[in-house]
């Protein structure tokens, strides 16, 4: 999963950081509401929300707003019923990009997508032609400053994950969708708290970005897209080094 780690904490931080404006919160809660309403108000019997409500706490998300959500959902509280979309798609040099909508107006939503695409230099392309090169896994991404490898894939592999990864700084632990809670309870009681865990898409194969400009232009449209209200996330197999991703930050 190369790449994977520096773009989820380049997201990780920016989320930190649009936290004060309040609008991560909002969309953190679209995707708690439909969560809820899908596989119930309980945590513990739905790992959807409950990946997502470590999200929420990941970003200092208030506890009241996560239970309301959670009843907008169950229909405990009234509030707008929002549709899952996924659009796919191709960005310059044949990046694999899956952005995951959630709205209340499909038109509009798809007419900003169509738009960031266009602007960016992208294609979108034909339901499943993308969506098949990627797998649904939970993610946790922990600094190699908290813990020796050998005892992180002890804990992790006892507990179902399926591989433990470094990538530079960072170990990534990957595991199937319904060993989430059990990976995540294992780390917790190792006192490991990842910079990032979720429940997220991840591709096959990835895509090598070699040339600064294009890695800048890269992000610049992941970021287009990710500003947009209606997007929740958007699930790329690129895949730049940190020289790279250096440069393409200065």
Known sequence: MAGHSKWANIKHKKAAADAVKGKVFSKIAKEIMVAARIGGGDPAANISLRALVQKARGVNMPSDNIERAIKRGTGEVDGLVFEEILYEGYAPGGVSVIVQTLSDNKNRTAAE??????????????????????????????????????????????????????DGSLFEVICEPS??????????????????????????????????????????????????DDVQNVYTNFDISDEVMAKAQA
């Open 179 to 228: 060993q989430y809670g059990a990976v995540s309870d294992a780390l917790a009681a190792a006192s490991l708290t990842p910079g990032t865990s979720e429940l997220t898409m991840l591709p096959d194969s990835t895509v090598p970005v070699t040339d600064a400009d294009k890695a800048k232009q890269l992000i610049g449209f992941i970021e287009a897209l990710e500003d947009l």
């Open 113 to 166: 997508v169509r738009h960031a695409f266009s602007k960016h230099g992208g294609n979108l392309a034909g339901a499943g032609s993308v969506l098949r090169n990627f797998r649904r896994r939970g993610y946790f991404a922990i600094s190699a400053e908290l813990v020796e490898e050998d005892r992180l894939l002890d804990i992790a592999l006892e507990a179902g994950a399926e591989d433990v990864q470094r």
